[in-house]
């Protein structure tokens, strides 16, 4: 007989486990199948951001994730960027992400994936409606009216898993996607890629004698018309990984690897190799997100270079998104409005990270790179140089995802879904939630219920009562948290926030709506009330 979920997710990586965990923490089933054994020893997805620390505060995972990084606490997060190689008068040490702690409940952290993989997968194993199969392989899904049934594989052994749903996390080449006929486009860049993980104590001594500390080392050689060489911190001391393009009949054996470290560092050093392979630079992006029962996240939705560590970062946050999503469906109280929210929010955001915030910071690169050059005019690339550090902190500050556009939040007219914005404490409908300290000395984030809240800042007790009156009836789970609309809170510029389990704000206002059921109906993705 078939087995039997509420949910299956193909593809046991962090996305697939995180969404495990997520829907596990809300007590749905759900039938995990990888193909992997292991979570492997490259070093791939290693910038964590503030947003995904969040995440893993509100799985209950914090502590054991900043306990796995491998560089020491303290250790200074972000980079540096040369012109031509390491070696060079000209650098920046760009803010990056640090201008946007404030906004956020956690600071952001860097670890190996692999490393944050076992912290997950530990979570997932703890969760008694959680059942996962590595080693085995997804081979056929099929769809109708009442259900998926996914077949999996392993040696001569095969069964078939029926849900109601089932999710593709399974990477670009995704079997899901495929299967379901979600079709892909982005811009290729027609590069062969060189990922090289190495370990020298000589690089490292070379790094600290000429930069402060940073976690990467981006060289903008003039040749490479915006395309990156790029060295990566593993630990502190001796482990680096290396990106750069790389002519496309290179091999293993028919290319001199340390002499490209070697001339993208600008100084000569002994390396032993851990691993040599190969990527093509190109961005794609799923049509949609959604057919009918099935869903993809993660890579299996979209894919790009490892620029910015926006794809693993927006994968978890697929996750995220996803797994309230159908976990209110299966509760009941989600209608299908809010499963097809899940497309309509995210796609937008990516396809935006790889068109604006990758595609377009290649050719910004390379076209500063044709324009600018210390040999030709220095007077004039020093100039043009200074101003481009002001512009890589702008692309921290501007990189603001919402959702003003979902037809589950009461966003701004015209509202659109996107990953440009502005950081501010202003409370936004289809923005992240600011954090800010409450009267009692917690943070508000630690107040934030599993479902919807309403923080009611001096708000009325009727206005109160409409919300939570509201809920009852259309079984939605509402936490109120009360304080006064004073100190930092008032920042807010509103009295009354109603927040999503995802940390996002679906309505504002100061007085109570004049359908507080119509606005629960709306952001349950049930539509309006008849």
């Not at 944050?116 to 099929?142: N, Q, Y």
Request: aromatic share 12%.
């Amino acid at each position: 007989m078939a087995k039997r979920f509420q949910v299956v997710i193909v593809g046991g990586g962090p996305v697939g486990v995180a969404l495990a965990v997520q829907l596990g923490m809300r007590g749905m089933t759900c039938g995990l199948v990888e193909t992997r054994t292991d979570s492997g020893r490259i070093p791939k997805g290693q910038n964590l951001t503030h947003r995904t620390l969040e995440t893993f505060y509100f799985m209950g995972l914090l502590d054991e994730l900043r306990a796995a990084r491998l560089m020491p606490p303290g250790f200074a997060i972000g980079e540096i960027t040369t012109y031509r190689d390491l070696n060079s008068p000209y650098f920046h040490a760009p803010q990056g992400r640090s201008m946007v702690h404030d906004y956020y409940f956690q600071r952001n952290d860097r670890l190996p994936q692999y490393q944050m993989e076992k912290v997950l997968r530990a979570k997932m194993d703890a969760l008694p409606g959680v059942e996962s199969r590595f080693g085995w392989t997804a081979k056929t899904i099929e769809q109708d009216a009442q259900g998926v049934r996914v077949t999996i594989e392993k040696d001569s052994q095969k069964e078939t898993w029926e849900a109601d749903y089932v999710v593709g996390c399974d990477g670009g080449h995704s079997l899901v996607r495929e299967q379901i006929g979600i079709a892909r486009g982005g811009t290729d860049f027609d590069e062969l890629m060189v990922l090289i993980v190495f370990r020298s104590k000589e690089f490292h001594e070379g790094l600290k004698q000429r930069y402060p500390e940073r976690s990467t080392y981006r060289a903008m050689h003039p040749d490479l018309k915006g395309y990156w060489k790029f060295f990566g911190r593993i630990d502190v001391g001796e482990g680096f990984f290396f990106h750069a393009p790389v002519p496309k009949t290179t091999t293993r054996e028919n290319f001199d690897f340390t002499r490209m470290l070697h001339e993208a560092a600008g100084f000569p050093f002994k390396v032993e190799y851990d691993h040599v392979g190969f990527w093509d630079l190109r961005v794609a992006v799923a049509e949609k997100y959604q057919v009918g029962r099935c869903f993809i996240a993660g890579d299996a939705a979209h894919s790009h270079p490892p620029y910015g560590g926006f794809g693993l970062n927006n994968g978890l946050e697929d996750a995220v998104n996803l797994g309230w999503k159908l976990a209110a469906k299966l509760q009941g109280w989600g209608g299908d409005t809010l499963l097809e929210s899940y497309s309509e929010e995210r796609r937008p955001i990516f396809y935006e990270v790889a068109e604006d915030f990758i595609a377009k910071r290649i050719r910004i690169d390379g076209a500063f790179l044709d324009r600018y050059n210390p040999e030709r005019d220095k007077a004039e690339f020093e100039r043009a140089w200074k101003e481009k550090e002001t512009d890589m902190d702008n692309r921290a500050l501007v990189y603001e995802p919402s959702y003003e556009g979902s037809p589950v939040v009461f966003g701004p007219p015209g509202g659109k879904s996107t990953a440009h914005g502005e950081h501010v404490f202003k409370a936004r409908s289809g923005h992240h939630l600011a954090p800010q300290k409450l009267s009692s000395g917690r943070n508000v984030f630690e107040e934030l219920g599993p479902g919807f809240t309403l923080l009611a800042f001096d708000a009325g007790d009727a206005a109160v009562k409409a919300f939570e009156q509201a809920a009852v009836a259309t079984k939605v789970p509402l936490k109120v948290v009360r304080d006064t609309y004073a100190d930092g809170r008032t920042k807010y510029e509103a009295r009354m926030i109603l927040v999503r389990p995802d940390q996002f704000i679906v309505w504002t206002g100061n007085t109570a709506p004049d359908n507080a059921t119509h606005v629960m109906h709306t952001v349950a993705g049930r539509g309006p009330v008849m």
